[in-house]
């Protein structure tokens, strides 16, 4: 049997869950709402504050889906409970980033300014001009706008310049050293 998914997932008070036809689940609470639509063959079953995942058999198939199952339904209910959040620290001399309405302007050591807007279910903080916290209730999501924002200026590994997660750890490089004689 599959460790995490034979776990109950707890259902908190405030949030609210609906297992509707052909395994469509949707999860109601106070940082939003999330559908996802599991597999098929995947039994969910609510029985009173606490959801169960079982499997139909032992096939390799549905061992490696029952997990799956469960992680994702955690996520939507962790999600829509407390949220989750990246962190990212931008390196540089010059580097820096700013929130204009709902775009983040991000100076990176380009001829020009880099320009990523906010999109519907995520939100984007700057507490300083080195950092960016990208918040919302669905974990993938969340990771996903993470990465781009990332990718546009990903850390270098001689000076360590770039934008990365701040607990990302930089293996740092030596750089030249002097010519031979």
């Given at each position: 049997?599959?460790?995490?998914?034979?776990?109950?997932?707890?259902v908190?008070?405030?949030?609210?869950v609906?297992?509707?036809?052909?395994n469509?689940?949707?999860v109601k609470g106070?940082?939003?709402?999330?559908?996802?639509?599991?597999?098929p063959?995947?039994?969910?079953?609510?029985?009173?504050?606490?959801i169960?995942?079982?499997r139909p058999?032992?096939?390799k198939?549905?061992?490696?889906?029952?997990?799956?199952t469960?992680s994702?339904?955690?996520?939507?209910v962790?999600?829509?409970e407390?949220?989750?959040?990246?962190?990212?620290?931008?390196?540089?001399?010059g580097?820096?980033?700013?929130?204009?309405g709902?775009d983040?302007?991000m100076?990176?050591?380009?001829?020009?300014?880099?320009?990523v807007?906010?999109?519907?279910?995520i939100t984007i903080?700057?507490p300083?001009?080195?950092?960016?916290?990208?918040s919302g209730?669905?974990?993938?999501?969340?990771?996903?706008?993470?990465a781009e924002?990332?990718?546009k200026r990903?850390?270098?590994p001689?000076k360590?310049?770039?934008?990365?997660?701040?607990d990302?750890?930089?293996?740092?490089?030596?750089?030249k050293?002097?010519?031979?004689?």
């Amino acid at each position: 049997m599959s460790r995490i998914g034979r776990m109950p997932i707890t259902v908190p008070a405030g949030v609210e869950v609906k297992i509707g036809e052909g395994n469509v689940v949707t999860v109601k609470g106070p940082k939003g709402e999330l559908t996802r639509t599991l597999h098929p063959d995947m039994i969910i079953e609510q029985e009173g504050t606490e959801i169960l995942v079982k499997r139909p058999d032992d096939s390799k198939e549905h061992k490696a889906l029952h997990g799956l199952t469960r992680s994702l339904l955690h996520n939507m209910v962790v999600g829509v409970e407390k949220g989750f959040s990246k962190t990212l620290d931008v390196n540089g001399v010059g580097y820096r980033v700013e929130k204009k309405g709902s775009d983040l302007v991000m100076n990176l050591g380009f001829s020009h300014q880099v320009v990523v807007s906010e999109i519907p279910g995520i939100t984007i903080d700057v507490p300083n001009a080195n950092q960016i916290v990208i918040s919302g209730p669905d974990k993938q999501m969340v990771g996903q706008f993470a990465a781009e924002v990332r990718e546009k200026r990903p850390p270098e590994p001689y000076k360590g310049k770039g934008i990365k997660y701040s607990d990302e750890v930089i293996r740092r490089k030596v750089g030249k050293t002097g010519a031979k004689k």
